[in-house]
């Protein structure tokens, strides 16, 4: 096979190789193949892999892979990196993008500060349980609140709810959030990575919602959110009936290096 061209990018420490696959030359069904580029030491190294692809009605496709090599659900942080790697192929002069990913339709803004928001899907529902909140924000999340993030073994403590019966078969997202002012600390644990990651997206979208609904009389609001990578921003709109909508979530998205494998 030719050598394949790819940028690495990062939001907030997580980090994403990404592939303009617009063409179809990429094999996607060669899941070893992904899941080696996304090896560290011995591949290009990152937590997923991105392809951009053609879109009917769209700017383009986001395909995301977790580092195990399988397609996955949605990654906010990789959807504003995407943004800002569409901009690199000159794809668009548009500070706005619209995308179709697995979870449906997203936009994009390209801040002029070099942050990227993205317009996340709206939630409809999550289940409140005695010390958790589950909820679906492109991907599936459980959410933990803690007095001190500094007591909390993050692996070791998500991998007994990620591999608890109820999660074992198809996996779910753990994180632990530490209130902190008028913000959040989130550290998250992904499956299909099975390792703590530097930031989540999804993750810390899921641990502002969570928040908002702690505090039951929010129907609006902004979170600022620290992650161990960077510094994120989530905000949000909940209706009458407890639906959260006009989700953006914002942060930097940087370009590390590109090269060919």
């Known amino acids: 096979m030719k ?6 990018y990062q939001g907030a420490g997580n980090d994403f190789v990404m592939i303009d696959n617009r063409s179809g030359f990429f094999p996607k069904e060669n899941q070893q193949l992904i899941e080696w580029i996304c090896k560290r030491r011995f591949g290009v190294g990152a937590d997923g892999l991105i392809l951009l692809e053609e879109a009917d009605g769209y700017d383009f496709r986001m395909v995301y892979y977790n580092s195990d090599g399988r397609e996955s659900s949605m990654c906010g942080n990789g959807g504003r990196c995407i943004a800002a790697f569409a901009r690199e192929l000159d794809l668009s002069r548009k500070d706005r993008l619209s995308f179709i990913a697995i979870d449906g339709p997203h936009e994009a803004i390209l801040n002029v500060d070099g ?51 109820r999660f074992r078969k198809e996996g779910v997202n753990v994180n632990f959030v530490e209130p902190v002012g008028d913000g959040l600390k989130v550290y998250t644990y992904e499956r299909g990575v099975e390792d703590e990651t530097l930031a989540c997206g999804t993750g810390v979208t899921a641990a502002a919602l969570a928040a908002a609904i702690r505090n039951s009389g929010l129907s609006k609001g902004e979170f600022p959110i620290e992650a161990k990578g960077g510094k994120l921003k989530v905000s949000f709109e909940k209706d009458a009936g407890g639906h959260f909508k006009n989700i953006w979530l914002t942060g930097p998205a940087v370009k590390v290096f590109g090269g060919w494998f």
């Not at 050598?3 to 690495?8: D, G, L």
């Not at 996340?120 to 924000?137: A, H, K, P, Q, R």
């Not at 933990?144 to 709810?161: G, H, Q």
């Open 115 to 165: 942050t990227v928001s993205l317009h996340m899907s709206d939630v409809e529902s999550v289940e409140v349980g005695e010390d958790y909140f589950l909820l679906n924000t492109g991907s599936p999340h459980y959410v933990v609140f803690v007095e001190d993030l500094r007591d909390i073994n993050v692996v070791e403590s998500a991998r007994v709810i990620r591999y608890g019966d």
């Open 3 to 8: 050598k394949i061209p790819f940028s690495k």
